[in-house]
């Protein structure tokens, strides 16, 4: 094995120096497990939650009663009755044609508490959310896979 000179020798060290800096700066382990673990366990709650309605749930036909629209977004507003009482919901409408008013759609709700709805833009989001706690699991693994790093001995 080659000797290093000494200014060799004194650019490794502040190599290794500066890598040892940005791992101890960086996002401790436990930390991102932990992370990682509580967005995944909330996400996975509430894309359970949102299967539970679409599988289990009640459903109600529900007329388009609204549809108040802004430059850049609009939402339908549907009454449905259930066991005799009138519940409304929304629906974001971020495409489509201006207006849905007397439009028909199977709402889909909770049925210990009819005005809890089913919401695709929910199920999404938490899907997205889902993907970004697998991250934080992943990227928290072990951060020194090389060892510790030793420089070697001058004889």
Known sequence: MEQLSDEQNEQ????????????????????????GIIVLSLSALIVLFCMYLLLFGGKAEGICTKSPRTVKHHYDCYTYTVDGKEYW???????????????????????????????????????????????????????????????????
């Open 89 to 155: 919901t929304t629906f974001n409408m971020t495409q489509g044609k201006p207006s849905h008013l007397g439009r028909e759609k199977t709402i889909r709700y909770l049925p210990a508490a009819p005005s809890v709805t089913f919401d695709f833009n929910l199920l999404i989001l938490a899907l997205i959310t889902a993907v970004f706690g697998m991250g934080f699991l992943m990227l928290s693994g072990d951060q020194n896979i090389g060892g510790t790093y030793e420089l070697p001995k001058r004889e």
């Open 12 to 35: 490794l060290t502040n190599i290794l120096k500066q890598a040892e800096r940005r791992r101890r700066n960086s996002l401790p382990e436990s930390t991102g497990k932990k992370i």
